[in-house]
């Protein structure tokens, strides 16, 4: 990022070498990463009448964490349980619209279901994971030339070097040239000084620097002791990867050789004892002792991410010839050299069964096992680098909603255990054959043949592993007061009431696990050590004694316990079909005022479908062959075909393809009654009934089942995902894909009133008709179209009804409608009739959205959005990176460009007047109240002017490359006829100012540029 409060001009003083280049400066500025948030038309797992809740009372216009705006407005009290629909701002691209119109909504309560990792209730549920890609091979063959100098003992030189070919499959050919020179030096004392210098140049990986750096020493003290010392240092640099790796190493060792005493007898009595290095075949010498230290930093390996690792083959094997000859003191050596070697997967399709939270006891005895966990700052465990990533449950969160309740609630678990990564193997099998034939002394022939088969396994630790038996989790029932897992409200404040649970843990201190160090071997023992390294032994299993102190009471119910102990099981029939006997099913929470809440219904994702597959070229020499996908990168969609989407999938060079399938899950807990504190179920009929005392709340529901979603909707299409803009063959293409239970409010009850609520189906948000996408007519969401209260002892004229009009004018051009070109449910009108009367019609509550402006209301695009996921148009402009950008004549195709879509520039434009006017985009402007009165509200972009305690960044754009700033004027700033070569260097890039006026730019001078 470049931070400039002012025009400028700042010279850019690096000195680099010759050639000039287009690629160093667009990629500085243009190669920016795509967003990668997941939308839907079609809801995705959840549906978007259980998203959102406001409470009756609120009255803040403005939403002070947020700063968007909000607006409730109340439309009946069912005996004591008010109906309200509120509006939200901050509509996005692909946000659906709900039963009562975009950014609306009517939630008499629900919990909602935050899925981190592994659903909490999973309890052996298979996840299954495809996956495809074509086997990696490489051959090659090379010629190797080394000389050897001077090999006297106090200098010696060698040079070496190797010619070679490889190819692979995935990359191409490739030639490999390496040059080697070794320099050893005898120096006084009995030192010795080693120099080595490498170079290996390659058209696949660039250019790599190995220098090298080591001296010896050997140190006799009074004539039979010998002290070694040495020291080492070695680094390598590449062109491309930069530095990749720094070794540096120590070692020291005493030894004495035998000797034999003689003892001498003097004249005058006293003797004298001489000690003599013995020589030949009695001589020995015996090590003293010996020390060494060293460590490697590898600059360029890998992070990890926990996954499914699928098994593995690999297969390689090797030849070499070698010819050599000395002659007066030159040995060299000419040789042949060839290899391959093959990597491929062992299988293509597995399953593993996979372990909630709440289930954790049950997996830790699978290997197999997906346990839901997660590790913080994950990375590659060296000797050097010994600190282990931070291990943390994934357990889901949920907030709590309904009229007098609220919040967000977690489960806990009462006992301390261990997780471990599903178990996976990798073969190998390794074949070489080496020949050597050498003349001159004496002739030497020499063959070498090996054959090595590894096989390695990762997962549990297992041997040796005294917290393998000692630290598990311990299943419910294991004593009357034992709680394995329970819920309560997050960062909930209560006095810990078992002591000893906290202590044996370590209490506030870090703690590792006390390992007996072996020569080969470790083992793990019972107890920790904390950073003082004291050290305390522990006795499993560790659990708690006493129960947690809760404030709040939150119970649940499973799916085989809901028949016996649901409060009202009269919604047997609305369950889904996909719950599991372990899965949760009713959720009871207490209000403050001892209410009780019941959410009697999980609503479910049947199931889950996530792909990625490639389809891009297949050519490795012309990664520019495929300009068909040029225009996918702005329009976000890429059409597939025939076997793409399975593990026969030929595109791209991996041929990769991969499908995550998910079981179902509920995401969500609909409220199905609310008991006051007094209530008594009293007349012999399950749940809530005219003959019970106290008072209740009942709500019922209808239900859609099986409606299909996906993202994208269209037929044989997927969301484009674009690797380098310079490469064709990596290009890939993303499915979402499930099914679900949609539920509707149906009616509410109390003891003297009934609400209904009508409803009709929808011309918009229709589903798909399977995985390959393609809108389904009969796959169709529903509008609420009025609510009525009538009073038990009338039926049939209703107390008050609330009337809803609707259009389908915002964010029109969506596709999963059954009339083209119209947009999402719209909300216009609400309006109060009263038994009879309809007087109140003629006094509604009427709502604007500036619709009839394009600028206010444009049509929906699936990628017009920014990083943050807010509006932001998709223009039609791509620049031309990826056709022949490397060329002066293409550099005005991107300089000058300053309609750049957002798979090019997806930050925030810095124009205060654009953002703001981005941001009221398909919000409400006006409300017309009943009174005569208007509500009109105008919005602003959020902004900011620190993270934490750093000042701001931000990107530019650069609008144009001049030769000479005299050529900025307000005239021609912008115009391509001011343009120069790149190559010539020296020139000016200009810059969209601050304020985005482009006819006041930034000016940077460039010195030179550097041409690939």
Not at 889 to 916: C, H, K, W
Request: aromatic residues 12%; contains cysteine; glycine residues 10%.
């Amino acid at each position: 990022m470049i931070k400039i409060n002012k025009r400028k001009l700042v010279k850019i003083k690096r000195k680099l070498q010759k050639q000039t280049s287009l690629i160093l400066a667009i990629l500085i500025f243009l190669e920016v990463s795509y967003p990668t948030g997941a939308y839907a038309l079609t809801g995705g797992p959840s549906q978007p009448e259980v998203q959102s809740f406001e409470p009756i009372g609120t009255s803040d216009m403005v939403d002070m964490f947020s700063g968007d705006f909000n607006y409730n407005l109340p439309l009946m009290d069912v005996e004591g349980y008010p109906i309200n629909i509120s509006y939200h701002s901050g509509v996005n691209t692909d946000q659906e619209a709900s039963w009562v119109g975009l950014g609306w909504n009517i939630n008499p309560g629900v919990i909602n279901r935050n899925m981190r990792g592994i659903p909490d209730d999973f309890s052996g549920e298979n996840v299954t994971k495809e996956f495809n890609m074509k086997p990696n091979k490489t051959w090659g063959v090379a010629v190797n030339v080394g000389v050897e100098l001077f090999g006297s003992g106090k200098i010696g030189l060698g040079l070496g070097g190797s010619y070679g070919f490889n190819f692979n499959n995935y990359t191409g050919p490739s030639v490999i040239k390496s040059f080697n020179v070794n320099i050893s030096a005898g120096l006084g004392g009995g030192g010795k000084l080693n120099a080595g210098l490498g170079l290996t140049s390659s058209s696949d990986e660039g250019l790599t620097v190995q220098p090298s750096l080591g001296f010896s020493a050997k140190i006799s003290s009074g004539g039979n002791t010998e002290t070694s010392l040495g020291i080492s240092i070695g680094t390598a640099f590449n062109s491309r990867g930069g530095l990749k790796q720094l070794s540096i190493s120590a070692s020291a060792s005493v030894s004495r050789k035998a000797t034999d005493k003689t003892v001498t007898q003097n004249k005058d009595g006293s003797t004298t004892t001489t000690e003599t290095v013995r020589t030949g075949q009695n001589a020995s010498s015996a090590s003293l002792g010996a020390q060494s230290a060293g460590g490697t930093f590898d600059f360029g390996q890998p992070t990890y991410t926990p996954k499914i690792d699928m098994p593995m083959k690999n297969f390689s094997m090797s030849g070499s010839f070698t010819l050599g000859g000395e002659l007066w003191g030159v040995h060299g050596k000419i040789g042949l050299s060839g290899f391959y070697s093959g990597q491929e997967l062992a299988q293509t399709t597995i399953n593993n069964p996979a372990y909630g939270y709440l289930y954790a006891e049950k997996g830790q005895y699978n290997d197999n096992a997906l346990m839901d966990y997660n590790r913080e700052k994950d990375g590659t465990f060296t000797e050097n680098t010994p600190a282990l990533p931070l291990t943390n449950f994934t357990f889901d969160t949920y907030g709590v909603s309904g009229q007098g309740i609220g919040g967000s609630y977690r489960p806990f678990r009462g006992d301390i255990g261990y997780v471990f990564d599903a178990a996976s193997y990798t073969t190998n099998d390794n074949d070489a054959l080496t020949a050597e034939l050498g003349f001159g002394g004496y002739v030497h022939v020499g063959t070498n043949v090996t054959v090595i088969d590894v096989l390695s396994q990762s997962g549990k630790w297992k041997s040796d592993n005294a917290a393998l038996y000692s630290l598990v989790h311990t299943p419910k029932g294991d004593g009357n007061d034992f709680e394995n897992v329970y819920f309560k409200e997050a960062n909930e404040k209560t006095v810990d009431s078992d002591s000893t649970f906290y202590e044996s843990a370590g209490r506030d201190n870090p703690v590792r696990f006390d390992v007996n160090f072996g020569k080969f071997d470790h083992a793990v023992k019972n107890g920790f050590v904390n950073q003082y390294g004291q050290t305390f032994s522990y006795s499993g299993p560790i659990k708690r004694k006493k129960r947690d102190k809760k404030t709040q009471n939150i119970s649940f119910l499973k799916s085989n316990e809901y028949n016996d102990f649901a409060i009202d099981n009269s919604y047997n029939s609305q369950l889904s079909t996909s719950a599991q006997p372990h899965h949760i099913a009713e959720v009871t929470t207490l209000g403050t005022d001892g209410s009780r809440y019941i959410y009697g219904i999980a609503a479910y994702n049947n199931s889950q479908k996530e792909i990625t597959f490639s389809v891009g070229s297949t050519d490795i020499t012309n990664h520019d062959n495929n300009s068909s996908l040029a225009g996918s990168a702005s329009d976000g969609l890429v059409s597939y075909g025939g076997s793409d989407n399975s593990l026969s999938n030929a595109k791209g060079l991996d041929n990769y393809f991969s499908r995550t399938t998910t079981p179902a899950y509920a995401h969500s807990y609909l409220l199905t009654s609310v008991l006051t504190p007094d209530y008594i179920d009293a007349d012999g009929v399950r749940g809530p009934s005219d003959g019970d005392f106290g008072g209740y709340t009942k709500f019922k529901y209808t239900k859609l089942s099986n409606f299909n979603w996906r993202t994208p909707v269209e037929s044989q299409k997927a969301t484009f995902s674009e690797g380098l803009k310079s490469d064709y063959t990596d290009d890939k293409a993303n499915i979402l894909y499930g099914t679900k239970d949609l539920y509707y409010l149906d009616s509410v009850i109390t003891k003297n009133y009934i609400a209904v609520f009508h409803k009709s189906f929808r011309q918009d948000g229709l589903g798909v008709v399977g995985e390959n996408g393609g809108v389904s007519s009969s796959s169709k969401v529903m509008k609420l179209d009025s609510i009525s209260m009538y009073s038990k002892r009338d039926l049939k004229t209703p107390l008050k009804r609330v009337h809803f009009e609707y259009t389908y004018a915002l964010c029109k051009g969506i596709t999963n409608t059954s009339v083209p070109g119209t947009g999402k449910l719209t909300l216009k009108k609400i309006y109060f009739t009263y038994q009879n009367s309809n007087r109140a019609r003629m006094s509604p509550y009427v709502f604007d959205y500036h619709e009839t402006n394009p600028v206010e209301n444009p049509n929906y695009n699936i990628k017009a959005y920014d990083r943050w996921g807010n509006y932001k148009p998709n223009n039609a402009t791509t620049i031309g990176v990826r056709d022949n950008a490397s060329t002066s004549e293409n550099a005005n195709s991107f300089i000058g460009s300053t309609a750049m879509p957002p798979s090019d520039y997806p930050y925030v434009e810095q124009d205060r007047t654009l953002t703001d006017v981005y941001t009221s985009v398909w919000n409400l402007k006006e409300i017309n109240l009943p009174s005569g009165g208007t509500i009109k509200v105008s919005y602003e972009s959020d902004d900011y002017a620190y993270v934490q305690d750093k000042q701001a960044g931000q990107m530019f754009k650069i609008i144009n490359y001049v030769s000479d700033t005299s050529l900025v004027t307000p005239a021609n700033v912008n115009q391509s006829n001011t343009t120069v070569p790149f190559s010539n260097g020296g020139g000016y890039f200009l810059f969209k100012a601050p304020n985005g006026n482009i006819n006041k730019p930034m000016i940077i001078q460039v010195v030179m540029l550097i041409q690939l």
